[in-house]
């Protein structure tokens, strides 16, 4: 007959058993990246269009998607080495790298798959969130709250922002003959000035009402 004693041990190790098979469960299971939109999607797009090194990618990305999915460039190396790990991308050591540890990340067919999976889901509208909007019902319910200078000043922000994508259309799709990726490029800057010049132009209306009271 087993003693309480060794029933007990029995039970105990049984116990921690359990919570090592949960801790290799974790450490070994097979890494996931999030389903849904993430920058993950954005590196992928980016590499495909040009493998590179985790700099180079980063300054491209800035000037490039990186206008409408910003990301800094911590996250972006955090990212590609996520990304590697699962199989995505593969990097080898640059050809200038000297003795530095600069290496180039390309992608690799699965990559590839996991892009054309989530191009092929539906997504969802932009979420828009404007913390100003929030003010001027403040400055509805409370009465004027001298918000003319910040919105002028978000004016100003939006009039350099169409600036930078006017100029960036006159070099890059000023040519009468364009491809169709430099054709879709050029519409995605579109959406850009659009929405710069419906701000522009709401501000200022907004601006005159504000002036008036």
């Known amino acids: 007959m087993v003693s309480r004693g060794t029933l007990c041990n029995w039970l105990r190790s049984l116990g921690e058993l359990k919570n090592l098979c949960n801790q290799l469960h974790r450490v070994f299971s097979p890494i996931r990246l999030e389903p849904t939109m993430a920058l993950s999607h954005a590196l ?101 709250l001298n918000l003319a200078p910040e919105l002028q000043r978000r004016i100003t922000l939006h009039e350099e922002k169409l600036a930078l994508y006017r100029e960036i259309e006159q070099r890059d799709f000023a040519a009468p003959e364009l491809s169709r990726a430099a054709r879709i490029h050029h519409m995605i800057l579109k959406k850009g000035i659009l929405f710069e010049e419906a701000s522009i132009a709401w501000g200022r209306e907004m601006l005159d009402l504000l002036l008036k009271e």
């Open 44 to 144: 992928l797009i980016s590499l495909i269009e040009k493998s590179s090194s985790g700099y180079d990618l980063a300054r491209r990305f800035d000037k490039s998607i990186g206008y409408f999915w910003h990301a800094t460039h911590q996250q972006i190396y955090r990212e590609l080495g996520r990304m590697e790990t699962a199989g995505w991308i593969e990097s080898s050591i640059a050809p200038d790298a000297g003795k530095t540890r600069k290496r180039i990340y390309r992608v690799l067919p699965a990559g590839q798959t996991e892009l054309q999976r989530w191009v092929a889901e539906p997504c969802d509208l932009m979420d828009l969130r404007d913390e100003f909007m929030v003010r001027l019902r403040a400055d509805a319910a409370l009465g004027s």
